[in-house]
């Protein structure tokens, strides 16, 4: 069964500074990865998939790296602002059945002045 | 941009009443998701639907729920008999072609 986890919980940083989001999965045969964003009591935003024939994806100050052998995905996230401030969901879909998603544990991110 | 929306926004809902979710996919989508998110815990998935019809089902999705796409634009989520632990963020999702899924609003159901 494919677990997803997320490290750190929880990321309180000043504005301005470069930052890492990991997420990790316990089985590398996933065909993609897709980041989330979801601020408080409201939906999921999609910010990027990356698929498994790709090392890295990106989107503006957002660039999420995929290393399937490890188990592994990362989300660098450029010159932080309140802004980005969310909790940031990382998912894998699930082989068979509707590609149905495992997701992880989630980093509540809060940028500050 | 093309996006999922979800009805209503918030439900309060006496326990053992039953309570319809609604949701519009996106248009050209061909796969349909219900999810759940109970209060400081992780997304977990609930039902996938593909061709009118149930893909698959978590262990969650007992006998209580169902699904249904009842014209071409509207997927729904039924829960027949809901319980207090059925209070939660509900979740309506559609994929595109390129597998990015695409994620409403949500519904928050508040069973009291």
């Known amino acids: 069964k494919q677990e997803v986890t997320q490290i750190p919980a929880a990321l309180s940083v000043p504005e301005g500074e470069n930052l890492v989001l990991n997420c990790s999965f316990t089985?590398?045969?996933?065909?993609?990865l897709q980041w989330f964003r979801q601020d408080p009591g409201k939906g999921l935003t999609s910010l990027l998939l990356?698929?498994?024939?790709?090392r890295e994806q990106t989107s503006g100050r957002l660039n999420a790296s995929l290393d399937k052998s490890s188990g592994r995905s990362t989300l660098y996230i450029a010159a932080s602002q309140p802004g980005d401030s969310a909790t940031y969901l990382c998912?894998?879909?699930?082989?068979?059945?509707?590609?149905?998603?495992?997701f992880g544990t989630g980093t509540q991110l809060k940028v500050e002045l | 941009e093309p996006e999922v929306t979800q009805t209503p926004s918030h439900q309060v809902t006496q326990m053992g009443q039953e309570v319809i979710l609604r949701c519009v996919p996106i248009s050209n989508h061909l796969y349909f998701y219900w999810y759940r998110q109970i209060l400081g815990q992780k997304v977990e998935f609930l039902v996938s639907?593909?061709?009118?019809?149930?893909?698959?089902k978590s262990e969650i999705f007992d006998d209580q729920f169902s699904v249904e796409r009842p014209d071409g634009s509207n997927f729904t989520l039924k829960i027949r008999s809901t319980k207090l632990e059925d209070s939660a963020m509900y979740f309506c999702?559609?994929?595109?072609?390129?597998?990015?899924?695409?994620f409403g609003q949500g519904t928050r159901l508040t069973v009291v």
């Open positions: 998912a894998v879909p699930v082989t068979g059945g509707g590609n149905k998603l495992t």
């Open positions: 639907f593909y061709n009118n019809e149930i893909s698959e």
């Open positions: 089985d590398s045969a996933i065909y993609n």
């Open positions: 999702a559609s994929r595109d072609d390129r597998e990015v899924a695409f």
């Open positions: 990356i698929q498994s024939s790709q």
